[in-house]
């Protein structure tokens, strides 16, 4: 196993006009690009207008998103003892779900990334229990990608009716939107998003009590968006669930228009 390749590597620092954390990359291929990350790191860049729709007239919501900065590090043909290079790179938000607290972003470059995380296959997942080893990493602070070891210690805890695992390798805020990674078959594999700390007293986060949101429900979040060609061993392609997507937004605009074309007239106030 290499920690550095496996599990640092693949870290990215996630940038927003209100907010900082990290992210973690999880496909490249062809002249696609995706990084996970938690929606509370990116919630700022998502807001919801009421707009005039002539077609319709009347007003109706709109969500806009804005561009997120995505920061890559250069570890390699770096002077022993150096902090890594880094550079930046334009991301657009695609997916997001609020209660999950996860978000995706999707790279504006056709440059393949080097380094990915490894993701298990879905029936491995319950090969990682309480006991097993541990590697945390992200952008703590904002600093560039940090490591820490410990072991998953506790799983089945539920916040927000959402499945939370914890574990004791140290996190503190920044590393939102990282991963945890534990080994399988010789090799790091990534099993889950860190998202939480416990506090005590007046808020002093507990540092090794981490919750960090499982891989388990991460693949939920990619069926419920149509992105489930992200999870391992999946059938379906970019492609067809691309066209998914499509699909349901025409259904959903044609609902739209006809429920506002049957509702009653505005009275002007």
């Given at each position: 196993?290499d920690?550095?390749?496996?599990?640092?590597?693949?870290?990215?620092?996630?940038?927003?006009?209100?907010?900082?954390?990290?992210?973690?990359?999880?496909?490249s291929?062809?002249?696609?690009?995706?990084?996970?990350?938690?929606?509370?790191?990116?919630?700022?860049?998502v807001?919801v207008?009421?707009?005039?729709?002539?077609r319709?007239?009347?007003?109706?919501?709109?969500e806009?998103?804005?561009?997120?900065?995505?920061?890559?590090?250069?570890?390699e043909?770096?002077?022993?003892?150096?902090?890594?290079?880094?550079?930046?790179?334009?991301?657009?938000?695609?997916?997001?779900?609020?209660?999950?607290?996860?978000?995706?972003?999707?790279l504006?470059?056709?440059?393949?990334?080097?380094?990915?995380?490894k993701?298990?296959?879905?029936?491995?997942?319950?090969?990682?229990?309480?006991?097993?080893?541990?590697?945390?990493?992200?952008?703590?602070?904002?600093h560039?990608?940090?490591?820490?070891?410990?072991?998953?210690?506790?799983?089945?805890?539920?916040?927000?009716?959402?499945?939370?695992?914890?574990?004791?390798?140290?996190?503190?805020?920044?590393n939102?939107g990282?991963?945890?990674?534990?080994?399988?078959?010789?090799?790091?594999?990534?099993?889950?998003?860190?998202?939480?700390?416990?506090?005590?007293?007046?808020?002093?986060?507990?540092?090794?009590?981490?919750?960090?949101?499982?891989?388990?429900?991460?693949?939920?979040?990619?069926?419920e968006?149509?992105?489930?060609?992200?999870?391992?061993?999946?059938?379906?392609?970019?492609?067809?669930?691309?066209?998914?997507?499509?699909?349901?937004?025409?259904?959903?605009?044609?609902?739209?228009?006809?429920?506002?074309?049957?509702?009653?007239?505005?009275?002007?106030?």
């Amino acid at each position: 196993m290499d920690l550095r390749s496996e599990v640092l590597y693949s870290q990215i620092r996630v940038k927003t006009p209100q907010a900082g954390g990290s992210g973690t990359i999880i496909y490249s291929k062809g002249a696609s690009t995706y990084i996970l990350s938690c929606y509370h790191v990116i919630s700022g860049v998502v807001s919801v207008k009421r707009e005039w729709d002539s077609r319709l007239g009347r007003d109706h919501k709109r969500e806009f998103r804005q561009v997120v900065g995505c920061e890559f590090f250069e570890y390699e043909n770096i002077p022993h003892g150096n902090r890594p290079i880094n550079y930046s790179v334009d991301a657009d938000l695609v997916a997001w779900d609020r209660d999950h607290d996860l978000a995706l972003l999707k790279l504006r470059t056709n440059k393949q990334a080097k380094y990915i995380a490894k993701l298990p296959l879905p029936n491995d997942v319950v090969k990682f229990d309480v006991g097993a080893k541990l590697a945390a990493v992200g952008c703590a602070l904002s600093h560039d990608p940090i490591l820490t070891e410990g072991i998953i210690t506790h799983q089945g805890d539920e916040m927000d009716f959402k499945d939370y695992w914890m574990g004791s390798a140290q996190i503190i805020f920044g590393n939102s939107g990282g991963a945890v990674f534990s080994p399988l078959d010789n090799i790091y594999n990534f099993v889950g998003v860190p998202s939480k700390v416990a506090v005590v007293g007046w808020g002093s986060p507990v540092t090794h009590l981490g919750y960090f949101s499982p891989v388990s429900r991460i693949y939920k979040f990619f069926e419920e968006q149509l992105f489930h060609f992200l999870v391992p061993g999946h059938e379906h392609t970019e492609e067809i669930c691309a066209k998914e997507r499509i699909k349901l937004v025409e259904e959903e605009a044609k609902r739209t228009i006809n429920d506002d074309l049957n509702a009653p007239p505005l009275l002007d106030e």
